[in-house]
C-alpha cells in the first residue's frame, strides 16, 4: 500500500508519435506507468463512488470487447456485475495483506 507521503511526483504525457495519455507515478521504490485507459478506469470508479449517495464500492474487470468505439482498443476495463459488499470485502482482504506485508518488512529493515 503506498501512502500520499509515498508518492513522489505524477507525471501525464503523451509520447511522441502516440495518441493516448501515459501516466508515471513515481514511488519512493518504483515507477508504475499505466495507459490512459487505466486512467479513465479509476477516474470512473472514482467518480462512480464519489458522486453517488449511495455507492460505496465498484469493480472493473478486463474484458475483450469486440464491438467497440472507433479508437478503443480491444482490452477493456469494464464494471463488473457484482455486489457491493463482495467488492469492500475483496479490498479489506487486499488492504489487511498489504499491511501484514509492510509490518513484516519493517520488522526485517528494524533488525538489521
Do not use: C, W
Request: glycine content about 2%.
Amino acid at each position: 500500500m503506498y501512502r500520499n507521503e509515498d508518492v513522489l511526483r505524477i507525471v501525464a504525457f503523451i509520447p511522441p508519435d502516440h495518441y493516448h495519455i501515459r501516466l508515471a507515478i513515481e514511488f519512493r521504490d518504483q515507477v508504475v506507468v499505466v495507459h490512459e485507459a487505466t486512467v479513465a478506469a479509476i477516474a470512473r470508479a472514482y467518480i462512480d463512488i464519489v458522486t453517488h449517495p449511495t455507492k460505496r464500492a465498484v469493480e472493473f474487470q478486463q474484458k475483450h470487447v469486440v464491438e467497440r468505439k472507433q479508437g478503443y482498443a480491444q482490452h477493456q476495463l469494464v464494471e463488473a456485475e457484482k455486489d457491493e459488499n463482495r467488492i469492500i470485502e475483496y479490498g479489506i482482504e487486499l488492504l489487511k495483506a498489504s499491511m501484514e506485508r509492510d509490518s513484516k518488512n519493517s520488522t526485517k529493515v528494524s533488525r538489521m
